[in-house]
């Protein structure tokens, strides 16, 4: 009896820290690994990447990882109001995403595509699912003393970045 409780006791530690809002990032970072290859030319890396000035494309990916760094230390529980909510806008957000990532693949030559606004939507939509993520994970493990305005600012600033980069691209090809 006693071993079962301490290998429970263990599970729940182990479960604790498992389900933590990162988890909701992994759908979509299987989707882009999945169907990058799939999308126009301008997105594959080979020019996407090229000739982008170093400080835009080193901020976009410091500000990557800490925003998903963070999320490990968000629980990811959706049992409040604000937790719901919070999943509703990342259930839109991703959808809204995945859409843009379709109309690209399949109009690549459509005017939405190839309008600046069609063009960035995969750069800017993010900020939905990245806000539906912070609303669900109201709070930080192990009592770190961090106000969610950081995670937000760190949301902004990634996007911020990530638009740049995009919308530099857009120029170039345009």
Known sequence: MYRSNKHMHKFNFFQKYILNCFLLVLPVLAW???LTSRLPQAFQPEIFAKAV???ISVSENVFRILLFAM???MPLRISTAKQ???FAVYVAGVLIYFASW???IYFPESTWSRNWTGFMAP???PLLWLAGIGLSGDKFYLNLHVEKWVYYLLAVLFALFHNLHTYLIYIRLN
Do not use: D, E, H, S
């Open 32 to 34: 882009n690994i999945l």
């Open 53 to 55: 000035p170093p400080v």
């Open 71 to 73: 999320m490990f230390f």
């Open 84 to 86: 719901k909510r919070g």
């Open 102 to 104: 379709l109309a690209l």
């Open 123 to 125: 750069a800017y939509t």
